[in-house]
C-alpha cells in the first residue's frame, strides 16, 4: 500500500468499517450460554455432530438448572410470604384478644395460663407499651408534672438526696455522649433525630429524680426501648420503676456484694443446664461477670436485635428478673456448639457482640429448654440461700467469682 492508500483506509467512516466487521464474523451470539448453540465462524471448521449433541445436552442441562434454581426460590419467598401472612395474621387476632379481654380485665387475667402462653409468643407492637406500663407497676407513685430545663417535676421525690453540681454535669455530659452512642443504626436518637431531645429529656429528669445514682452508662439504651413504645411521661414512669427494681438497682449502684450472688445464682443454673459448657468456661477462667454485667445493663437491648430485644422484654416484664438469667442460658444454649471450640478470648468476643441475624423463634426454643429448677428450688429460693449464707455459699457455687 501507499501512503495516500494507508490514509484512505485510515479515513473510512466508522460505520462502514463495523459493517464490514460484522460481514466477516457472521456471528453475534444473544448470550454467553448461546454460544455452544451457535454454528461457528465461516472461517473456522464445522462442528461434529458428537460435539453439537454435546453441546446441545449442556445447554440443556445449563437451562433446566436455571429453572431449578428460579423454581426453588419462587417457592422459598412463597413460603416466606406465607410466613408473614401467618405471622400478620396471629398478631391482628392476639391484639383482639388483647384488647377485648385481657386488658379490661388485667387484674383478674394477666396470671392465667391463657395469658401467660399468648404473652409468651410476644406481644402485638401495637399493645407492647401498654402491658409493659401495667406489669412494671409504678410502686414509686410517680406523678408526672410540667417540664423544665430537661427534668420533669415528679412527686413524690423522697428519694432524692443533694448531689453536688459538680456530679449532675458530669451525668449531663455523659448523657450527651451516651446518646450519640443508642442504636446509631437508627439514626432516630442522634442529634438532629425526632427522638434525640425525647430521649435527653427522660435520661436528664432520671438524674434529677435520682440524683444518688445519677446517670449510668447503659440507662440510654433502656429509656430508648421504652420511648419507642410510650409517651414520654409513660416512659420515665416505667423506667424509674424498672430501674427501681432490686436486680437492676444492684447493677446501676454497683453493689458489688449484691452483683457476685446474682453471678453465683446464675452459675448454679448454668451447671444445672448445660454442664459440658460451664466445665469448659471454668477451665478457660471465664466469669459471668465478662459478659453478663452487658448484657444485664442495658436489658438485652445493646446486645440482641431489636426485634428479639423487645420479645425478652416481653416475657421480662411478666417473669421478672429470673427471665433475664434464663435468657442468658438460652443464649448460651444457642451457641454451646460454637463456644465449645472457642478459647478464652474468643469466647468473651464472640458474648461481647452476638450475631445479628438471631432469629426470635430459635432464642425462644432455648430458652424454653432452659429450666430454672435445682435441686427442687427456683430461682428465687436459690437466690435467698445466697444471700442469707453470704460469701460462704457463693465460693461453693462460684469458685471463680472468688477473686
Known amino acids: 500500500h501507499t501512503y ?106 394477666r396470671n392465667t395460663r391463657r395469658v401467660r402462653e399468648l404473652w409468651w409468643q410476644g406481644l402485638p407492637p401495637s399493645i407492647r407499651g401498654r402491658v409493659w406500663s401495667l406489669a412494671i407497676g409504678n410502686e414509686l407513685n410517680i406523678t408526672p408534672g410540667n417540664h423544665s430545663a430537661h427534668c420533669l417535676t415528679l412527686l413524690p421525690c423522697e428519694m432524692a438526696v443533694p448531689k453536688s453540681h459538680a456530679d449532675r454535669e458530669s451525668s449531663l455530659d455523659l448523657i450527651k455522649l451516651d446518646i450519640s452512642r443508642t442504636f446509631p443504626s437508627l439514626f432516630i436518637f442522634q442529634k438532629g433525630g425526632p427522638y434525640h431531645d425525647l430521649l435527653h429529656s427522660v435520661l436528664g429528669a432520671y438524674t434529677c429524680y435520682r440524683p444518688d445514682v445519677g446517670y449510668v452508662q447503659g440507662m440510654s439504651f433502656i429509656a430508648a426501648v421504652l420511648i419507642l413504645n410510650l409517651e414520654e411521661a409513660d416512659a420515665f414512669i416505667a423506667f424509674a420503676n424498672l430501674l427501681n427494681k432490686p436486680c437492676q438497682m444492684a447493677f446501676f449502684r454497683v453493689d458489688h456484694e449484691l452483683m457476685l450472688k446474682y453471678f453465683a445464682a446464675f452459675e448454679v443454673f448454668f451447671e444445672e443446664n448445660l454442664p459440658r459448657l460451664f466445665s469448659h468456661f471454668q477451665i478457660n477462667n471465664l466469669t459471668p461477670d465478662l459478659y453478663l454485667i452487658d448484657w444485664i445493663f442495658t436489658l438485652y437491648s445493646k446486645s440482641l436485635p431489636l426485634d428479639v430485644a423487645c420479645r425478652v422484654w416481653d416475657v421480662f416484664c411478666r417473669d421478672g428478673e429470673e427471665f433475664l438469667f434464663r435468657t442468658a442460658l438460652g443464649i448460651l444454649r444457642l451457641y454451646q456448639d460454637v463456644l465449645l471450640q472457642m478459647d478464652f478470648i474468643h469466647i468473651a468476643q464472640f458474648l461481647t457482640r452476638l450475631p445479628e441475624g438471631m432469629a426470635p423463634d430459635s432464642l425462644f426454643s432455648c430458652i424454653a429448654a432452659t429450666h430454672m429448677i435445682s435441686n427442687n428450688r427456683k430461682w428465687g429460693q436459690v437466690f435467698s440461700a445466697l444471700t442469707k449464707d453470704g460469701n460462704k455459699e457463693i465460693a461453693n457455687h462460684s469458685p471463680a467469682l472468688r477473686s
Request: hydrophobic share 35%.
Open 4 to 109: 495516500s492508500d494507508m490514509e484512505r483506509s485510515s479515513t473510512r467512516p466508522q460505520a462502514q468499517v463495523s459493517v464490514t466487521r460484522r460481514k466477516n464474523l457472521e456471528f453475534e451470539p444473544l448470550s454467553t450460554t448461546a454460544l455452544i448453540l451457535e454454528d461457528r465462524p465461516p472461517n473456522l471448521p464445522a462442528k461434529s455432530v458428537e460435539e453439537a449433541l454435546r453441546h446441545k445436552q449442556e445447554y440443556d442441562e445449563m437451562v433446566a438448572g436455571a429453572k431449578r434454581r428460579e423454581m426453588k426460590e419462587a417457592q422459598r419467598k412463597k413460603r416466606q410470604m406465607k410466613e408473614r401472612f401467618k405471622q400478620e395474621d396471629s398478631i391482628a387476632n392476639a391484639m383482639i384478644i388483647w384488647n377485648n379481654d385481657i386488658l379490661p380485665n388485667w387484674n383478674c387475667m
